[in-house]
């Protein structure tokens, strides 16, 4: 219980931002354009299966 106020009052008391994990910093990873061709492709065919066009 003693180490949760700690907690709060350092976080509370902090001067600069809360330092986020490096993984939550990182962006989505790099995707190459035939990741987009081939979830377009996806897609445009699961459209096709419920419209009923192929």
Known sequence: MLT???DAMLT???QEKWPAPDHWKAGRPARGEG???REA???RRRLQRD???W
């Open 51 to 53: 419209s009923e066009l």
């Open 35 to 37: 990741h987009h061709d």
């Open 4 to 6: 949760i106020i700690a």
């Open 12 to 14: 509370a008391t902090r």
């Open 41 to 43: 492709a996806y897609w």
